[in-house]
């Protein structure tokens, strides 16, 4: 075995090129063990692999700064850079995370998780590796699909003008999670189908050899070959358009020609964009048949392809449907992803309703004010979104959205603990940011029932931007519809309060059996709607009681518990003893997420263990 002899880059580099497929083919197989045993993103990895050798050919990642996009294809970058060996505890609690990150290893520069930064990340990188006088490259790998997303333009902008020396890989494979949209894929598949300019660019050197670069010679050289280039080319690429030289297209699976590209894109020590084809899934049949569902995947077994568990009915899977059946009962409801069809439920909305369906590309800034603009000419538009991706939209929530009263509705999905992805993607702040915006009502569904009668109420019973949020997964033990009233009682007791919103109620009802066994009886109530808070309900529900917990898988500062803490003192009204259960002010790492709502007090036994303490403490 090749592979197990890589410890580090320095192993890659020195191995005999006639050993390099193979290290490839036994990467393949790694990658499909471990994956298919823990899950996590198979088909990008399986598509970069030559890609990923070849970058450790040619660069050192201990000194040269390799950028991510997303992250998500940067396993087999951790493989050549020491940590197969941690492989079975791939996002895992306390194991391997599934994204770069630079606490694991010096080989990852950047912490990664969010399309489309990695142009301005590795900008800002060179400009600080230009004014400290350093001697080293900088590189941002960035995919078709996160090359969707605005940001990818403004980083591209400034970095074409800077001069900057700096390589922007593209990895190309005409897929985002689904296939590719828009008009960027178009542009890059035009730019497949000509022939190579990397093949003229060596023809052109055979002729007249390597110059030095920075010299006039060169600088002189260069122009000339430019001209013969634009002759011979005509038309041009977007990347040169914004000043970057264009190498490409390369086939991503032809090693030799990779580092022969990335070799040369070193050498012109300006802003290059390598553009490399690659195919997702490549190598396992299975995946390459169906690259969408190997992008991100559970636990499957090797031989069939087929999932370990079956993913069953899901809060994303409700919400799509009972906005495909809204749709059928009314003409101006509409769906919108930024790139998420499948994991946000709304495939069969998409299926049902192509003309009222738009995806948006890894675009969430556009897909709100898109939405919003929808809204503003009567239609019903429905922006079905994760929550730590609608992070990207905030500005436009409050300046395209709520500043104009424009009814949107939006599904937040994953809101909460998300699990395996850890802290890039768990959705810790929408309850905060989304509900401090005026104007904004925030409704929290905790089971299937309730997300379609809000659904329901948010597109024709309420006016102005609504959100619904519900997290990853499926309903727990209360499959009830409260949604009628904005704050519920679900149990009755004397000796304690305890509040949560969304499927957090589960472990309220719990631990509530818990301690009523013990003699403790404790109320649980219910926060349907967490935006607006009105004062009278608030201090009705939770005024001068004797114990109050308020628990949520959110960050503490500004958190539902604090804001209800300020109405109920801002009234005189305070609980002798308020516990506030929340993420802190952390990030949540990965795991499970059980376990992490362990780690953080937020389960039944934790509940009712602070309220037996509490209880006896105030005895
Ligand atoms: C801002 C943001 N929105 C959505 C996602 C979810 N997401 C993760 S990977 C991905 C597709 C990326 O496609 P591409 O960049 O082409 O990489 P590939 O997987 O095809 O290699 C999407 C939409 C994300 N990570 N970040």
Known sequence: ??????????????????????????????LIEHVSATGGHLASNLGVVELTVAIHRVFDTASDRLVFDVGHQCYVHKALT??????????????????????????????AGHASNSVSVALGMARARTLKGEDHCVLALIGDGALTGGMAYEGLNDAGASGEPLIVIVNDNGMSINPNVGAVPTHLSQLRSKP??????????????????????????????????????PGSTLFEDMGFTYLGPVDGHDLQRLCDVLGWAKELNRPVVVHVNTVKGKGYAYAEENPGKFHGVSPFDEGTGQAKSSGGESFSSVFGAELTACAAEDRRVCAVTAAMADGTGLAPFAKAYPDRFFDVAIAEGHGVAMTAGLA??????????????????????????????????LGVDRAGLVGADGETHHGSFDALFLSEIPGFTVLCPSSFAETRSMLRQALFEMDGPVAIRYPRGGEGAFTGDTSAEPIAVLRQGKDATLAAYGTGVNHLLKAAETLAAEGIEAEVVKLNRISPLD????????????????????????????????ILASCGQ?????????????????????????????DADSIAAAVREANNHGK
């Open 1 to 30: 075995m090749i592979l197990e002899t890589i410890h580090s880059p320095s192993d890659v580099k020195a191995l005999p090129k006639e050993q390099l497929p193979q290290l490839c083919e036994e990467l393949r197989t790694f």
């Open 82 to 111: 020491g940590r197969q060996k941690q492989f079975s505890t791939l996002r895992q609690f306390g194991g391997l995370s599934g994204f770069p990150k630079p606490y694991e290893s010096i080989h990852d520069a950047f912490v």
């Open 196 to 233: 190579a300019y990397y093949h003229f660019k060596k023809w052109y050197r055979s002729l007249f050899g390597k110059t030095p670069s920075k010299n006039a010679l060169y600088r002189f050289n260069h122009r000339v070959k430019t001209s013969l280039k634009k002759a011979l080319w």
């Open 376 to 409: 503003s000419q009567g239609m019903l538009p429905v922006f079905a979104v994760y929550s730590t991706f609608l992070q990207r939209g905030y500005d436009q929530l409050i300046h395209d959205t709520a500043l104009g009263g424009h009814h949107i509705v």
């Open 535 to 566: 004062t009278d309900s608030v201090c009705a529900a939770f005024g001068g009681r004797k114990l109050l917990l308020i628990a949520e898988d959110s960050v503490a500062d500004g958190c539902v518990g604090q804001r209800i803490a300020a």
């Open 574 to 602: 305070l609980p002798q003893q308020l516990i506030l259960k929340n993420l802190g002010k952390t990030f949540a790492p990965a795991g499970s997420v059980s376990e992490l709502e362990h780690c953080f007090g937020l």
